[in-house]
């Protein structure tokens, strides 16, 4: 039978490693502009790079709750419709919420993991493994 003190090495060992500086992560800020009867996102991959997600993904997320469709040209997403940039950023911080932070720890630090029918976000900095909904 193991002592105390080697089970709790043993389960320390089996910790993920935790980010040692907790510096503030600010969520980007989407830049965009109105020509015509379109909107357009002109640093669109930056922004889903920066939270390191893949820009097809926040393409939908952006587009289902703009309710419209749209297309990834470059570093551009352009779409129908006039959507203001507040509208746009507040999207933005609901895609954070529901794609990127852990709902633990609050860290953007997170594998986003997207099956057919099911999705887990896995946290790299404290380890917690949760289910998202799939777009």
């Not at 503030?24 to 502009?33: A, H, K, L, Y």
């Not at 002109?42 to 952006?62: G, M, T, Y």
């Not at 794609?99 to 029918?117: S, Y």
Request: charged residues 30%.
């Amino acid at each position: 039978m193991k002592s105390y003190e080697e089970l709790l090495k043993k389960a320390k060992e089996q910790l993920p490693e935790v980010a040692s500086e907790k510096a503030r992560f600010e969520i980007p800020v989407f830049e965009s502009f109105i020509q015509g009867s379109e909107t357009i996102i002109s640093n669109f991959v930056e922004v889903a790079n920066k939270v390191e997600r893949d820009p097809a993904h926040l393409q939908k997320f952006i587009l289902s709750e703009a309710g419209t469709s749209g297309t990834l040209s470059g570093q551009r997403l352009t779409f129908k419709g006039n959507k203001t940039p507040k509208f746009l950023n507040l999207k933005l911080s609901d895609y954070y919420k529901a794609f990127v932070a852990c709902k633990q720890c609050d860290l953007p630090d997170t594998i986003l993991n997207e099956g057919d029918d099911s999705a887990e976000l896995k946290c790299k900095a404290c380890g917690t493994n949760y289910m998202v909904k799939v777009l």
